[in-house]
């Protein structure tokens, strides 16, 4: 029986949101107070391709970040995700990983 991929899933407003497959996530990056960012392999890059980096940025509670990232990887590990994907911060619905999120956004460099 082959384990199926795990997907996490951000919308930053109607009609906006991004879904990178977990294999993809390369790590975070505490960029400043409120600030949390995620890098991912953008999921445009090709074989033989340079590597483009989106990133999603978090916006956390001040001084959160290790509270969030530690909810975040919590969430990811606590599978099976019965979907296969794990909404990490949704705006539209106000569901997120972390009870220290309060926005996100993303920047698609592909």
């Known amino acids: 029986m082959s384990q199926r991929e795990v997907f ?3 919308q ?3 009609n906006d949101a991004y879904c990178y497959p977990l294999k993809n996530f390369i790590g975070f990056q505490h ?3 409120t600030t949390l960012l995620m890098r991912f392999v953008s999921i445009v890059t090709g074989p033989g391709a340079t590597t ?15 509270d969030a990232i530690v ?7 606590g599978g099976p995700h019965s ?9 539209v619905n106000q569901v997120y990983a ?7 956004a993303g920047t698609l460099d592909s």
């Open 8 to 10: 996490l899933y951000f």
């Open 31 to 33: 960029a400043a107070d």
């Open 52 to 66: 483009e980096i989106d990133t999603v940025t978090l916006t956390i509670a001040s001084d959160k970040e290790k």
């Open 98 to 104: 972390s009870e220290h999120i309060t926005d996100v």
């Open 71 to 77: 909810d975040i990887v919590n969430r990811l590990n």
């Open 83 to 91: 979907t296969g994907v794990v909404t990490i911060a949704d705006n």
């Open 12 to 14: 930053d407003g109607n």
